[in-house]
């Protein structure tokens, strides 16, 4: 029922997006592809801050900074291969990938934060959007094209 549900509102969202003239500049499944990817990455910051949070009192900062990353990792893993992408087949494999995916996406997000604080002298909600941007960028399409590739 939930996968029939599901499977409806991204048609409609499909139907929205070519209607509003994405397909200009990507394919409308794409899109929504890239929105799913998003929401659920949302859903994994909200996790690995919440977890962090709550370790920080009695854990050391970069033990409970790891155990959030993998927690949120494993989080927007098992949504993005469920229902972003549709890939339930060789889970270790994929998980492995992705962890190397998001691992990679984390340097990205942490060189333009730098780059944006030190080099560009942005402020700082800009220098935090751009990593934000720059590494949700690479985490999604290195999920697309490698750690969830069929």
Same mark, same amino acid.
């Given at each position: 029922?939930? =996968?029939?549900? %599901?499977?409806?509102? #991204?048609?409609? /969202? *499909?139907?929205?997006? +070519?209607?509003?003239?994405?397909?200009?500049?990507?394919?409308? #499944? +794409?899109?929504?592809? $890239?929105? *799913?990817?998003?929401?659920? @990455?949302?859903?994994? &910051?909200?996790?690995?801050?919440?977890?962090?949070?709550?370790?920080?009192? =009695?854990?050391? !900062?970069? &033990?409970?900074?790891?155990?959030?990353? %993998?927690?949120?990792?494993?989080?927007? %893993?098992?949504?993005?291969?469920?229902?972003?992408? =549709?890939?339930? =087949? +060789?889970?270790?494999?994929?998980?492995?990938? !992705?962890?190397?995916?998001?691992?990679?996406?984390?340097?990205?997000?942490?060189?333009? /934060?730098?780059?944006?604080?030190?080099?560009? $002298?942005?402020? !700082?909600?800009?220098?935090?959007?751009?990593?934000?941007? @720059?590494?949700?960028?690479?985490?999604?399409?290195?999920? *697309?094209? !490698?750690?969830?590739?069929?």
């Amino acid at each position: 029922m939930i =996968d029939l549900s %599901f499977a409806r509102v #991204e048609a409609a /969202l *499909e139907t929205l997006a +070519r209607r509003a003239g994405v397909g200009r500049l990507c394919r409308p #499944e +794409r899109a929504v592809r $890239a929105t *799913e990817f998003g929401a659920v @990455g949302l859903s994994g &910051a909200i996790l690995n801050v919440a977890l962090l949070y709550v370790l920080l009192g =009695d854990t050391p !900062y970069v &033990a409970a900074a790891f155990v959030a990353f %993998f927690g949120g990792a494993t989080w927007t %893993f098992a949504l993005n291969s469920r229902y972003t992408f =549709d890939a339930t =087949d +060789r889970l270790v494999q994929r998980f492995v990938r !992705y962890l190397g995916v998001c691992t990679l996406g984390y340097v990205v997000y942490t060189v333009v /934060l730098i780059a944006g604080l030190r080099w560009l $002298a942005f402020p !700082y909600w800009l220098a935090s959007l751009s990593a934000v941007t @720059g590494g949700g960028v690479c985490n999604f399409l290195g999920s *697309e094209c !490698y750690a969830m590739a069929t």
